[in-house]
Antibody, heavy 116, light 110 residues
Framework: QVKLLQSGAALVKPGDSVKMSCKASGYTFTDYIIHWVKQSHGKSLEWIGY????????NYNEKFKSKATLTVDKSSSTAYMEFSRLTSEDSAIYYC?????????WGPGTMVTVSS | DIVLTQSPVLAVSLGQRATISCRASQSVSISSINLMHWYQQKPGQQPKLLIYRASNLASGIPARFSGSGSGTDFTLTIDPVQADDIAAYYC?????????FGSGTKLEIK
């Protein structure tokens, strides 16, 4: 069955960057787009952007365009998101999700805490 | 951006029907395709797809969940409500970028 395994929680300092991973299994990695979604504590969901593992093409929410960089490694069926110049506003859970047009399957999330 | 509006809380008795609404700031339909989807999120868990394209039940989802609507007004119905349905429910549109979610409706038991 489809599984998305995300990297563990991260504690980072303001101004630093963090790179998190999303390893896919149970399907052909290049068949489905991978989206990334942010959920701040107790709040709703925000779409960050997506990457097409087949072509490497990306589409970002303008709000996160200067903040997030999406990449993939097809050889390991893994998607990555790097978040830069972190502030306290970036403390959140970040989910990856595979998509056929909606968010079919979700990873368990990576919690990022930004604190000095 | 397309704004999706949901009521924050809905309290329903076990065994009764729950109707959760989502209103979009502009149409999310193209021809007869309604690009609105619903997710369930239980505390401490990731969201799970319930309904796609307004009325299609996702794989493995019980038939007590159903969806309807078109244009700007959509509804998720749970009938009958069970204790396991306590969660937050989010609508999401894929009509245009950026993809957006509603603020969520928390289902509570009376």
């Amino acid at each position: 069955q489809v599984k998305l395994l995300q990297s563990g929680a991260a504690l980072v300092k303001p101004g630093d960057s963090v790179k998190m991973s999303c390893k896919a299994s149970g399907y052909t990695f290049t068949d489905y787009i991978i989206h990334w979604v942010k959920q701040s504590h107790g709040k709703s969901l925000e779409w960050i952007g997506y990457i097409n593992p087949y072509s490497g093409g990306t589409n970002y929410n303008e709000k996160f365009k200067s903040k997030a960089t999406l990449t993939v490694d097809k050889s390991s069926s893994t998607a990555y998101m790097e978040f830069s110049r972190l502030t306290s506003e970036d403390s959140a859970i970040y989910y990856c999700a595979s998509s056929t047009g909606y968010f079919d399957f979700w990873g368990p999330g990576t919690m990022v805490t930004v604190s000095s | 951006d397309i704004v999706l509006t949901q009521s924050p809380v809905l309290a329903v008795s076990l065994g009764q029907r729950a109707t959760i609404s989502c209103r979009a700031s502009q149409s999310v339909s193209i021809s007869s395709i309604n690009l609105m989807h619903w997710y369930q999120q239980k505390p401490g868990q990731q969201p799970k797809l319930l309904i796609y394209r307004a009325s299609n039940l996702a794989s493995g989802i019980p038939a007590r969940f159903s969806g309807s609507g078109s244009g700007t007004d959509f509804t998720l119905t749970i009938d009958p409500v069970q204790a396991d349905d306590i969660a937050a429910y989010y609508c999401q549109q894929s009509r245009e970028s950026p993809l957006t979610f509603g603020s969520g409706t928390k289902l509570e038991i009376k």
